[in-house]
């Protein structure tokens, strides 16, 4: 059953099925895999000298180079203009390239047509499996890296990515051109073993069956695709050995099976397979190495200032002429009725909208002009309203992630093993410790995301948002879902915090809370700021009062679609 | 002019069994890949009823609607409900759906063995009517008058009926849709039901077109189907039928000028320009994602 050829199958299935990983881990699902292939084939085929006059071996060589040059050059080309799409217009977009390249090349003559292209048989199952295991480290080592991470972020939540500091558009065309170099590879490894190749072979089942064969085996954990290639390659074999017939059976039973899998298996083979969760030492007090600090600018200096700052949704003006400044070391509160636009004005100060028209200087950047994760470098770091965690990742992993900023690239020293990488991991991993430990979260590290409580979600993105050592801190209503008891913890972690220097705005319908925990109260109604002041001049404010209770009447407020929609 | 009006019956066929994989994307947000399947086995059924049951293709073509629908019940059932709270669902329904459509393949050739196969002499009329100087056949008015035909009606169905209503609900939002007494889970298996109802029907037609029917038949029409949908705008259904008979014409085109080889890269390059061009198709509306 394990015959040389069998083997090398599996080997070269799991290389093809490792580039379509290599997206899917940030959330991608392309098709291109099979055109990257193809032409990396064809390309490598014609250009390498013949192994008899070079040795097998250097032109094999010679080939990868090539191959994988043209296979990650394809990708970028293709990367480029594509790279906005999402889902399954990316997957067709990219499905219709590698047709286009399919066509094409049936159509050349250097590449033989359809008659393909006759190359030297040189790939062992030996060097088959080699450079597997090279590709299946190159992901293994990504896996628990900086990059990795944000890359399953950015699957995880791509807006909640890129309010952590990550760079969406690079980290995607960066996936994106790994999965053309590992195609490429596959394409020479492909071609050095069949001996003859037609554009055929990379055609559109040939791009379903690598998506089906890293889909099965996994797209969370580097195992994935070779599981799955062992899983797709063997099943075919097994049924031979047991003597089933050829024909309808075999494809039947191996769709079946397929079948199963993705019903009941939903990550994959590698869901069998139990994924360790690190648990960093609970060390307080040391300061960790490795972090960048951010040094926050002395109390009273001026942070951020909003000037007729509007926001306009098809005639509703959500946000209307707002003058705002706050000043280093303060905390904000700013309240008002549902629909208020309380959540638009801090979607503006974060850079997730631009606003319609006027002018939001926040620590020297001018929001809404610059890309989100340029705000969050600037040291803006906020939670959301409705919670976008990670969730498919641990607690932990989430609080990581939103380190980005203050961790040091770690995946290529990591290839490498150099002690660095693994002093500025674990200082990253401390880090997170201490942010999960300030809000009572360090016990449910391991836990996943999705499987905390909701007050315990709040509790996790705050120390997420915490972890990029933020200058101006923005909550979007953290008290919500939670009890009077942990409410008041979370207004003693308010303060500890702007204790520590950083300045903080909060959003929250707790009024109480906002009373005994602000420095200064903004009041928003209908997007205009209705009053601003200390807590006891609010709390004795008539138009304030009239606000919340005026908001009862029915009719008089603009609709509630401003409240919480984005773009 | 003659090349005109192949172009628009074969442009119909494409448009038929886009319309049915526009229909489940736009209002379920998934991309049904058993669709191509549906309309390989419709296609080999019909041939059965008219060759070995002799029955006519009027009478066959109803029979294959029936079975369309059916099928569609089927794949709702097995490859899509399951996922249905999974946080994966996108994935995870195209690989089901590729494998449900595995099988089904995979069935067809045990009923029908591997080979092509062909409706018997003389099912169909082949007379040909003079129409202004251009030949066409009963057949190719048949199939142009039965596609637009369901097309109208679907359009309505969604436009106007009670369970229109609720498709077009569950496609704005599915949870607020069940709070307002929609039967979300009943509305969805109709949709498919009606998407393979549809495809069902092109397969059948298209069978009877070229008159031959391959277990590769399905392939070769999905990555047609998709650019169809993507031109059209994803959901559209008018998108789609448009989109449809600009395909057609485009090919019967391309083969009469550029020459046949490159035929299927019209239909590729079109793709791609809309999609970066215009990713919302020409009749799509983008759909604003919430934060």
């Known amino acids: ?567 | 002019m003659q090349q005109l009006l192949n172009g628009v019956f074969i442009g119909s066929i494409y448009a038929l069994f886009a319309i049915g994989f526009t229909l489940v994307f736009g209002i379920l947000d998934r991309l049904n890949l058993t669709h191509p399947a549906v309309f390989a086995v419709s296609a080999f059924v019909g041939i059965e009823l008219v060759a070995d049951a002799g029955l006519t293709v009027w009478v066959a073509l109803p029979i294959v609607l029936f079975l369309g629908a059916v099928l569609g019940l089927v794949i709702e059932r097995v490859a899509f409900r399951p996922l249905k709270n999974r946080p994966d669902a996108h994935f995870a329904g195209l690989i089901s759906s590729i494998a449900l459509a595995g099988m089904f393949i995979a069935l067809l050739q045990w009923r029908y063995g591997p080979d092509t196969r062909r409706f018997p002499a003389g099912s169909f009329p082949e007379t040909p009517i003079e129409f202004g100087g251009v030949a066409v056949t009963v057949l190719q008015v048949a199939i142009l008058f039965i596609s637009v035909v369901l097309m109208i009606g679907l359009t309505w169905l969604v436009a106007r009926s009670r369970l229109g209503r609720g498709m077009r609900a569950i496609a704005e939002n599915p949870t607020a849709a069940k709070v307002l007494g929609i039967n979300v889970d009943r509305v969805t298996s109709v949709t498919f039901a009606i998407s393979s109802a549809l495809g069902g029907v092109a397969g059948a037609l298209f069978a009877m077109n070229v008159n031959s029917a391959q277990l590769g038949m399905g392939a070769a029409i999905e990555l047609k189907g998709l650019a169809v949908i993507i031109v059209g705008g994803m959901g559209s259904l008018p998108g789609a039928l448009i989109g449809g008979l600009a395909l057609g014409l485009a090919e019967v085109f391309a083969v009469q000028y550029i020459g046949s080889s490159w035929r299927d890269l019209i239909a590729f390059g079109l793709l791609f320009l809309i999609l970066l061009v215009r990713p919302q198709g020409l009749f799509g509306a983008r759909k604003v994602r919430e934060v």
């Open chain 1, 1 to 567: 059953m394990l015959t040389d050829a069998t083997l090398t199958f599996v080997a070269l299935g799991a290389i093809f099925a490792y580039s379509f990983y290599a997206v899917l881990v940030a959330g991608q699902l392309s098709l291109g895999q099979a055109g990257f292939a193809s032409l990396a084939a064809f390309t490598a085929a014609s250009l390498t000298p013949r192994p008899s006059e070079v040795g097998e071996i250097p032109a094999l060589l010679i080939a990868i180079v090539i191959g994988m040059v043209v296979g990650s050059a394809a990708a970028v080309v293709l990367g480029l203009p594509t790279m906005h799409l999402r889902g399954v217009f990316l997957a067709i977009a990219t499905l219709a390239f590698a047709e286009a390249v399919r066509i094409l090349i049936l159509n050349q003559e250097w590449t033989g047509g359809a008659q393909g292209m006759s190359v030297p048989k040189v790939l062992t199952p030996g060097i088959a499996w080699a450079v597997l295991a090279v590709v299946a480290y190159w992901f293994a080592r990504m896996g628990r890296s900086r990059y990795g991470r944000a890359l399953e972020a950015i699957r995880e939540d791509e807006l909640a990515a890129r309010a952590m500091g990550i760079d969406v558009g690079r980290h995607r065309l960066a996936a994106f051109t790994t999965a053309g170099a590992v195609a490429g590879l596959y394409g020479v490894l492909w071609a050095y073993y069949v001996r003859l190749i037609a554009p055929e072979d990379f055609g559109f089942t040939a791009a379903i069956d690598g998506l089906v064969t890293a889909v099965v085996g996994g797209s969370t954990m580097f195992v994935g695709p070779l599981l799955g290639s062992g899983f797709q390659t063997l099943i075919p074999e097994i049924q031979r050995a047991l003597g089933v017939e050829a024909g309808w059976i075999r494809p039947f039973v191996a769709s079946a099976l397929l079948l199963i899998i993705i019903l009941f298996l939903p990550g994959g083979l590698a869901s069998l397979v139990r994924r360790r969760i690190r648990m960093p030492k609970r060390r307080m007090g040391t300061p960790e190495q490795g972090l960048q600090t951010r040094s926050h600018p002395a109390p009273g200096e001026l942070l951020a200032s909003l000037e007729g700052l509007s926001k306009e949704y098809g005639g509703v003006h959500a946000v209307e002429n707002v003058d705002l400044e706050l000043r280093s070391g303060e905390v904000v509160g700013l309240i008002g009725p549902n629909g208020a636009g309380k959540t638009t004005l801090v979607n503006m100060l974060s850079g997730l909208i631009p606003p319609t028209s006027g002018l939001a200087t926040v620590l020297g950047t001018q929001v809404g002009r610059v890309p989100v994760h340029r705000v969050a470098k600037a040291g803006v770091s906020r939670t959301f309203q409705h919670s976008k965690l990670f969730n498919r990742l641990s607690a932990l992993e989430n609080v990581l992630v939103g380190g980005h900023l203050v961790s040091r690239p770690t995946f290529l020293r990591r290839l490498l093993w150099l002690p660095s990488a693994r002093r500025d991991e674990l200082a990253a991993l401390d880090h997170a410790a201490r942010c999960l430990e300030r809000v009572g979260l360090y016990d449910l590290a391991g836990s996943r995301a999705s499987s905390l409580s909701y007050g315990d979600q709040r509790r996790l993105e705050i120390a997420r948002a915490l972890a990029s050592d933020p200058t101006l801190l923005i909550l979007d209503e953290p008290a919500a879902g939670m009890n009077h008891v942990e409410a008041n913890r979370l207004s003693d972690l308010i303060s500890s915090l702007a204790a520590d220097g950083l300045t903080i705005l909060l959003i929250e319908h707790n009024v109480g809370m906002v009373l005994s925990t602000c420095d200064r109260i903004v009041v928003l109604n209908f997007g205009k700021v209705i009053a601003t002041g200390t807590p006891d001049e609010i709390a004795a404010d008539a138009t304030v009062i009239e606000a919340y209770l005026g908001s009862a009447e029915a009719g008089t407020r603009p609709t509630d679609r401003t409240e919480g929609s984005h773009p």
